[in-house]
């Protein structure tokens, strides 16, 4: 019977006192830890990050700088699509000045959830792919006039 657990003595975990002022076991703990770091609270994007102050920073950044902005992380894409419209402005005439913004908490204020982003004076024009050359050339005569 020992072969299935029957007749064995159960070792009882040792309870600990956690967040939620109760007594739990590390086990428990620890899972629900896991649980708690793959989910943001409702309402922030950045994992967890957010508080009124860094949304508040967030939504001011919005209005300064340069007026064409590329959102992203800083990866391979991020860079191909800030390297594109740096050619469309300058093929253009245009001010080559972009920003790039890699904060998250920035990034959310624009409403973006799918990266690499542009913005144009402020409003979204492309989230979510590479542009070519010559799309962000379409895009900015289409802006700007």
């Known amino acids: 019977m020992a072969l299935f657990g029957f ?3 159960k070792v009882e975990e040792k309870k600990v006192q956690c967040d939620c002022n109760g007594q739990c ?15 943001a609270p409702s309402g922030c994007c950045c994992g967890g990050n957010c508080t009124e102050e860094t949304m508040a920073q967030a939504e001011a950044a919005k209005v ?18 800030e390297v594109a419209t740096m050619e469309a402005l300058a093929e253009l005439g245009m001010d080559t ?5 890699t904060d998250f908490a920035q990034i959310a204020a624009y409403g973006v959830m799918t990266t690499p982003a542009l913005i144009v004076d402020g409003k979204v024009v492309s989230y ?3 542009l070519k050359k010559e799309e962000v050339i379409s895009i900015l005569k ?3 006039g």
């Open 7 to 9: 007749g064995k003595k």
């Open 25 to 39: 076991s590390p086990a428990d703990i620890s899972a629900e830890k896991a649980v708690q770091s793959k989910q």
């Open 64 to 81: 300064s700088g340069a007026s064409i902005k590329v959102l992203g992380s800083g990866c391979a894409k991020c860079n191909q699509l």
């Open 97 to 101: 000045t972009i920003d790039h913004v």
């Open 128 to 130: 979510g792919k590479v």
């Open 142 to 144: 289409k802006s700007r």
